[in-house]
């Protein structure tokens, strides 16, 4: 799977959107960009996947560069309930023998009042 | 929604006892999964589960087992737990092997000590 690089941190205002990027330079033409989140104490929550089209649903958005070596998740509208670590993740999305999802450090999104 | 169900929040046990960590799903997906957290080392798969009575090993398999004896239920099993296999324990499951059109479902999670 294609390694993928995070900040460590972010912080956003509440109300506002947040823009978080992801690089993964190294990625093949089969593999999906994932996103999941962990809330403390909680045990991770899949966001929003996508190949090369951006996408969007009821969470938030995902855009992916046309030579997709880098992707940013946008959360809208931020709340203090999306403080999280969020994780990108690339992998292919069926086939081969790696079952496992490798989650990373992630970046720390802290929304604040 | 899938719904994985962990049934311990919060498990205290001493050196050397036996241990048994329960995980249910109820969307009869295939693959079940077992991870631990630790701070700085990120989530590690210890085994999973890609049909009932199927199993092999993640990447931190010593000092664990595991049984799937019916599609929703896979069991962590610490043989003779030991005071570094204090952590949060994550099951997550999954409808295709790579992950279903929706990736991933994890549990709440068990955090375990051990005295």
């Known amino acids: 799977d294609a390694k993928t690089t995070q900040p460590t941190s972010m912080d956003c205002a509440e109300g506002r959107a947040a823009n978080l990027p992801c690089n993964h330079s190294?990625?093949?033409?089969?593999?999906?960009v994932y996103w999941y989140r962990q809330i403390h104490s909680q045990g991770p929550q899949y966001i929003i996947h996508g190949l090369k089209n951006n996408e969007t649903n009821e969470m938030a958005s995902l855009i992916i560069t046309e030579d997709r070596k880098s992707s940013t998740l946008i959360l809208p509208h931020a709340t203090l309930r999306d403080t999280a670590v969020y994780y990108c993740?690339?992998?292919?999305?069926?086939?081969?023998?790696?079952?496992?999802?490798?989650f990373g450090k992630g970046t720390l999104l802290t929304v604040n009042p | 929604d899938v719904k994985v169900t962990q049934s311990s929040r919060y498990l205290v046990k001493r050196t050397g006892e036996k241990v048994f960590l329960e995980c249910v799903q109820d969307m009869d997906h295939e693959n079940m999964f077992w991870y631990r957290q630790d701070p700085g080392l990120g989530l590690r798969l210890i085994y999973f589960?890609?049909?009932?009575?199927?199993?092999e090993k993640g990447d931190i398999p010593e000092g664990y087992s595991v049984s799937r004896e019916k599609k929703e239920r896979f069991s962590l099993i610490l043989e003779s737990a030991s005071t570094n296999q204090t952590s949060m324990y994550l099951c997550?499951?999954?409808?295709?092997?790579?992950?279903?059109?929706?990736?991933?479902?994890f549990g709440s999670g068990t955090r375990l000590t051990v005295v």
């Open positions: 190294t990625i093949s033409g089969n593999e999906y």
């Open positions: 993740i690339v992998r292919v999305q069926r086939g081969g023998s790696n079952y496992k999802l490798t």
């Open positions: 589960s890609y049909d009932v009575k199927m199993k």
């Open positions: 997550a499951s999954s409808l295709f092997p790579q992950g279903a059109i929706n990736g991933y479902t």
